[in-house]
């Protein structure tokens, strides 16, 4: 199998935790500069597993990782926060540092990559603002609703403009309303360039939207492309 | 509310933890202990100079005087002290020093004028001179009998052995107790590691290298070290005053005061700083030693 070019790219990958089971196998995909692909599946289906591969967060045990055209196999400790820089990612778990403040949290991004203090103010600012929680800037995560918690983790991955942006179950706990929101904001994030994978156990989601979607099976990527006429289809990226 | 101001402290709460809350106390009681540790050292080496200088080419004579108030063997001896090339300079005690330098030991009514004490001459040899202090004592005791030299050189080297080791072993326990402070601040390290690893787990994935996260836990040890070191430091030093006021005049009975010079005032203020820059890179270190084993 071989992959297309693209801001991602996986080649036979399979991964196993320690001596565990392995929990992807042989999965091959590639992911276009400014495309938007969903990735679905069941809980334990492997979805977090192979996000966690693309923000970094793992080394594939097999197989071949490429972000940015590099073989991340392959990144030396110091090459690697670079490459994260670029990628924006938002958890289900929201990881916002709980002693700092929305903006605070926001900020972070831009103050690891050591932007001026104005302009952090400016920026973290608008962007809380731009998704609905300009009242909000000085609370502490504790104070936050999960919806206004997910806003300020997707506004703290795109406040740096990454190239990639990876969210997991970004609309798990939160409302319908919410989840709509929070999809379209990703979708004008796209529209800019910003390349988006959103995992989501919500299929439902998924075909509101007219994004190709791949979908993974017990760790085999078993569909890729739009949701409707793809079924039983193998990936042969 | 405050407009979203994004304050430039810290990402990692690490102050707010245990470690953070009683380390400078511990850092504090480790500072004041090294400081009077290196203060004793520089005191007993300020003591050891005095002490080569005031018995270094110098040796008593002691003449027996069989009435213990006659002064011709004594005047016999002087006669001869002074004719040796290696000799500059040989002076009797005059009898009522002596008695005087007795009377604090036997008390004011004691009889002295009765005892039968020898006569002691102090003798100043040349510089670089070399005495035979062995053939010395033989011409001595042939002019009088009896006639004995007591050798500063050798009641001196053993002080100075003992004043050596009393600085080596001062100096050992402001190295430990210094390394306690650094230690703990590596403890502390460790414990934020531990603690705040979620945090920090976010860091990394927004690209935080690992520099940004370990110079986090620098800046903590700074502050421990800084917030212990300079009150401990400080109170030693006060404690130092003190105890020079009560310490005795000179070199009185061979017991050395705590008068420092003002370099080694210097020395002394230099203590927290060092310590806070070796606690700052130990903990720079352990920072990053345990993040290069995650991902």
Redesign the interface.
């Known amino acids: 199998m071989t992959a297309e070019t693209g801001i991602v790219q996986l080649e036979d990958v399979g991964l196993q935790y320690g001596s565990g089971p392995e929990v992807l196998h042989d999965v091959s995909l590639s992911l276009e500069t400014g495309s938007f692909h969903f990735l679905t599946g069941a809980s334990g289906a492997g979805k977090t597993s192979l996000l966690r591969l693309l923000?970094?967060?793992?080394?594939p045990t097999r197989g071949t990782v490429r972000l940015f055209d590099r073989d991340v196999s392959r990144l030396g400790?110091?090459q690697?926060?670079?490459l994260?820089?670029r990628?924006g990612?938002v958890s289900q778990e929201f990881?916002?540092?709980s002693?700092?403040?929305a903006?605070?949290n926001v900020?972070?991004?831009l103050?690891?990559?050591k932007a001026g203090?104005g302009e952090?103010?400016e920026n973290?600012?608008d962007l809380?603002r731009w998704v609905g929680l300009g009242r909000e800037?000085?609370e502490l995560p504790a104070a936050l609703s999960d919806g206004q918690k997910q806003r300020v983790a997707v506004a703290?991955a795109v406040i740096a403009s990454p190239d990639l942006l990876i969210a997991d179950e970004p609309t798990g706990n939160v409302d319908e309303n919410v989840a709509m929101r929070l999809i379209h904001l990703m979708e004008e994030l796209n529209k800019v360039g910003t390349t988006v994978v959103v995992a989501t156990h919500d299929e439902s989601l998924v075909g509101r939207f007219g994004h190709p979607a791949y979908v993974l099976d017990g760790g085999e990527l078993v569909r890729a492309g739009p949701l409707e006429g793809m079924r039983g289809e193998r990936v042969e990226a | 509310m405050n407009g979203g101001q994004v304050r430039a402290a810290g990402v990692l709460p690490l102050g707010r933890s245990a470690g953070g809350r009683y380390g400078p106390w511990i850092v504090a009681a480790a500072l004041f202990v090294a400081t009077l540790a290196t203060a004793a050292t520089m005191a007993i080496r300020n003591a050891e100079q005095g002490w080569r200088t005031a018995l270094a080419g110098k040796i008593t004579v002691q003449v027996p005087a069989p009435t213990g108030l006659s002064d011709e063997p004594a005047a016999e001896i002087v006669a001869l002290l002074r004719a040796t090339p290696a000799i500059a300079e040989a002076e009797a005690i005059d009898a009522a020093v002596a008695r005087a330098l007795l009377e604090p030991w036997l008390g004011a009514g004691a009889e002295i004028e009765t005892l039968p004490l020898p006569t002691l001459i102090d003798v100043r040899l040349r510089p670089d001179a070399r005495v035979d202090i062995v053939a010395l004592e033989v011409a001595l005791d042939a002019t009088v009998p009896g006639t004995r030299i007591d050798d500063h050189g050798i009641r001196l080297a053993h002080v100075l052995r003992f004043a050596l080791a009393l600085q080596i072993f001062g100096a050992a326990v402001a190295a430990i107790f210094g390394l306690i402070a650094i230690v703990t601040a590596i403890f502390a390290t460790r414990a934020g590691l531990s603690a705040h690893r979620e945090e920090i787990g976010i860091l990394q994935l927004i690209g935080a290298w690992d520099g940004y996260i370990a110079r986090q836990f620098a800046a903590h040890a700074r502050n421990l070290s800084i917030k212990g070191g300079i009150p401990g430091c400080a109170l030693a030093a006060g404690a130092l005053i003190l105890l020079d006021r009560y310490a005795p005049d000179g070199n009185a009975f061979m017991v050395p005061g705590m008068t420092l010079s003002p370099i080694q005032w210097v020395v002394l203020a230099c203590l927290p700083p060092v310590v806070t820059a070796i606690a700052m890179a130990a903990a720079r270190m352990t920072a990053v030693r345990a993040l290069s084993r995650v991902m």
């Not at chain 1, 923000?55 to 080394?59: H, P, S, T, V």
């Open positions: 923000y970094l967060a793992l080394r400790r110091k690697r926060p670079p994260r820089r990628i990612v990881g916002l540092i002693h700092l403040t903006a605070e900020a972070l991004p103050r690891i990559a203090a952090i103010r973290v600012t809380l800037l000085d703290r």
